[in-house]
């Protein structure tokens, strides 16, 4: 089945740093998608991604859909301690009745 | 508006019991998810309904989960028996599928599950 590596597994910064996370994938996806989870929490939806080559801001998010069909990155900018959580990419391969993939996810420490 | 509710927010139930989890999805909402989430193996789908019919449900583990929609309101997830490897969070979404597009999956805020 697809599978969708998300990378790195974990960060720990410092309040004010930049952040950038980023997922791969075998093979393409038409839809891509970011979400944000807090402790004891499901995950919100941060951003979506529906074309090839899209760049879309957030606030201080911003992410960006693969050239290839086949990655997506987030960056968070001057990240506060409030950003602390586990981001998870989800692609979606088909259009129709086709489901999320969902990667492991990253978890972000931010230190005041 | 209320967002997806579940219940109960935590379970702890002893290895043979059965355990029954609860959903309410988002009103006007036609699709609804259930996922199980563990550190070993992330975010999982194990089925999703359209109009209540169960559309895959190639992700539910075994015969011990199943899982219902009697109505566009109401889904459960049913382990019958459980067992300590069923110790998960485990999530309901919802969404609204209209012609061509998006997942935007709104989530409720999980059931953790622990089975002794």
């Known amino acids: 089945g697809q599978q969708l590596n998300q990378s790195p597994q974990s960060m720990f910064i410092q309040e004010g740093e930049d952040v950038s996370m980023n997922c791969t994938s075998s093979?393409?996806?038409?839809?891509w998608l970011w979400y944000k989870q807090d402790p004891g929490e499901g995950p919100v939806l941060l951003i979506a991604?529906?074309?090839?080559?899209e760049l879309t801001s957030n606030g201080r998010l911003t992410a960006q859909f693969g050239t290839t069909r086949k990655d997506s990155f987030l960056n968070i900018s001057a990240s506060i301690p409030s950003d602390v959580g586990i981001y998870f990419c989800?692609?979606?391969?088909?259009?129709?009745?086709?489901?999320?993939?969902f990667g492991k996810g990253t978890m972000l420490l931010v230190s005041p | 508006d209320a967002g997806v509710i579940q219940s109960p927010r935590h379970e702890v139930t002893e290895m043979g019991q059965e355990v029954t989890l609860r959903c309410k999805p988002i009103?006007?909402?036609?699709?609804l998810f259930w996922y199980r989430q563990t550190m070993m193996r992330g975010l999982e789908l194990l089925i999703y309904?359209?109009?209540?019919?169960?559309?895959?449900d190639s992700g539910m583990p075994e015969d011990r989960f199943s899982a219902k929609m009697p109505n566009a309101s109401f889904s459960t997830l049913k382990i019958q028996p459980s067992e300590p490897r069923d110790s998960a969070v485990y999530f309901c979404?919802?969404?609204?599928?209209?012609?061509?597009?998006?997942?935007?999956?709104?989530f409720g805020p999980g059931t953790r599950l622990t089975v002794l």
């Open positions: 989800a692609g979606r391969a088909h259009s129709g009745y086709s489901t999320l993939t």
């Open positions: 309904f359209n109009n209540n019919v169960p559309i895959d």
């Open positions: 991604l529906y074309k090839a080559g």
């Open positions: 009103s006007g909402h036609n699709s």
């Open positions: 093979s393409i996806f038409n839809t």
């Open positions: 979404a919802s969404n609204r599928r209209t012609s061509g597009e998006t997942d935007t999956q709104y």
